[in-house]
């Protein structure tokens, strides 16, 4: 069945810094790709989306691009701020657009 | 706010009890999902709803089940409950059955089962 493997955390980076959180999926077909990301406390909301081969999702300067060829769907950010310690989500959706989630993956921003 | 959500916020039982978990989707929306997440199963879907009929199923046990009224929103009834029950329980709306579909998370419902 369709499955997401992303990198394990926890990750501890300082302000400003450089993120990459790696994401591979598992999936017949060609599903659509998203990141979510659950603040403390809070439900996930939608960071970014792509749903076809070489589509680039971005938002908020994260951007993660849809790369078929290793089934992969990366999440990075050039600069990092406190305000983005959260967990983050990389899923994919099937043909009936239910949802498969990777582990998560804690992100924390230190001053 | 992502204009769905979810009663109780958060509920303490004992094992062997019955709860009832509800989800009001985002207005327009005929699609709702339910999300499991716990720390050892991580975010697993239960079952999806399209206008009160049942689309999908995931993980969901026999003890739990789910429907979709008329005006959209849903329940999520969970019986027989167990301590592994305990997790936090998540509502989706979408509106699309078939598509590429974003999904709306409303806040939770946290339940915890001693």
């Known amino acids: 069945g369709d499955s997401v493997t992303q990198m394990e955390g926890p990750v501890t980076l300082s302000e400003e810094a450089f993120l990459t959180i790696n994401c591979t999926y598992t999936?017949?077909?060609?599903?659509?790709l998203f990141w979510y990301v659950q603040y403390p406390g809070e439900g996930l909301q939608l960071l970014l989306k792509?749903?076809?081969?070489?589509d680039k999702g971005s938002n908020k300067g994260f951007e993660a691009t849809y790369r078929k060829e290793t089934t992969s769907f990366h999440l990075e950010k050039g600069s990092v701020q406190v305000s983005d310690s959260a967990v983050y989500f990389c899923?994919?959706?099937?043909?009936?657009?239910?949802?498969?989630f990777g582990a998560g993956t804690t992100v924390t921003v230190r001053a | 706010d992502s204009g769905v959500t979810q009663t109780p916020k958060h509920l303490i039982t004992a094992t062997g009890q019955r709860v009832t978990l509800r989800c009001s989707p985002r207005?327009?929306?005929?699609?709702v999902y339910w999300y499991q997440q716990s720390l050892d199963q991580g975010l697993q879907f239960l079952i999806q709803?399209?206008?009160?009929?049942?689309?999908a199923k995931g993980n969901i046990l026999e003890r739990f089940s789910a429907q979709q009224f008329p005006d959209l929103h849903s329940e999520l009834n969970l019986s027989s409950l167990e301590l592994g029950d305990s997790a936090l329980y998540f509502c989706?709306?979408?509106?699309?059955?078939?598509?590429?579909?974003?999904?709306?998370f409303g806040p939770g419902t946290r339940l915890t089962v001693t």
């Open positions: 989706a709306s979408s509106g699309k059955a078939s598509g590429v579909g974003e999904q709306y």
């Open positions: 999936a017949t077909g060609y599903p659509s």
């Open positions: 792509a749903t076809k081969a070489d």
């Open positions: 899923a994919l959706s099937d043909p009936v657009y239910k949802l498969s």
């Open positions: 207005s327009g929306d005929l699609s």
């Open positions: 709803y399209y206008n009160g009929e049942e689309r």
